[in-house]
Every structure is written in C-alpha cells, then in structure tokens.
C-alpha cells in the first residue's frame, strides 16, 4: 500500500515537471494504542519495513508514547492513517527591494510609498 501512495506522490511530481532525480519520497503513518483518542506520527523507512514487518513500528510507537507521556500500555497499537509524501528542492525566490526575509522563514511583501509633498 505505501509503494502505492509513493508512486501516486511521485507521478504527480513528475506530471508538475520535478524529475525523478529531484524527487524524494517519505512515508509516516499515524500510530495509537487500541480505540485511544490520539496518534502519533511516525515516519517509516519502507526498506526497513520490508525486512523487519510492523512489530518495530509497534515498538517506536510505545517508546515514543512512554517518552511523551511516561507510560506504556500492554495493548495492540493501530495504524489510523499513512502516508506518502513528495518532496523536492525550490528555488529561493529573488528578493527585491520591496522584500524582506522574516525570521519565521517566511517571506514577507511589503512597498515602500512615497508621499508627495506641496510646498
């Protein structure tokens, strides 16, 4: 089912013009304990996967639950949601004088006006 999601990620990439050199694809999956009300994410190495099965994903989820909320249940852990997701290098926009760099990483737009002043 992953490799599934991974090739519908990368042919959109590649329908967008991203080559398959340029394109990187990660998968996660959202983990809970049996009918809790919350997951966490956790990313998944398919090679890994492959090789080793769900029960180490099952171990990484209860490690990190025990490192959030400092217990551990003796219970199944589900798989709610997975995931691929496509990733590629951008380009950095140009700047220009009417640009500045924000410190959230972002870009923020802004003109300079001038006023016209009548003697």
Excluded at 20 to 29: D, F, M, V
Aim: glycine share 10%.
């Amino acid at each position: 089912m992953l490799e599934e999601l991974g090739k519908k990620a990368s042919d959109w990439l590649t329908a967008e013009g991203i080559g398959r050199a340029q394109q990187e694809i990660r998968y996660e999956g959202d983990f809970r304990y049996y009918r809790q009300g919350y997951e966490l994410h956790i990313p998944i190495d398919l090679a890994a996967l492959k090789a080793k099965g769900l029960a180490p994903l099952g171990e990484q989820f209860s490690e990190m639950h025990d490192r959030y909320y400092k217990f551990r249940m003796d219970i199944p852990v589900e798989i709610v949601n997975l995931r691929a997701i496509g990733v590629t290098a951008t380009p950095s926009p140009a700047r220009s004088s009417g640009c500045r760099r924000t410190c959230a990483s972002g870009w923020s737009w802004s003109r300079r006006r001038r006023r016209a002043t009548g003697s």
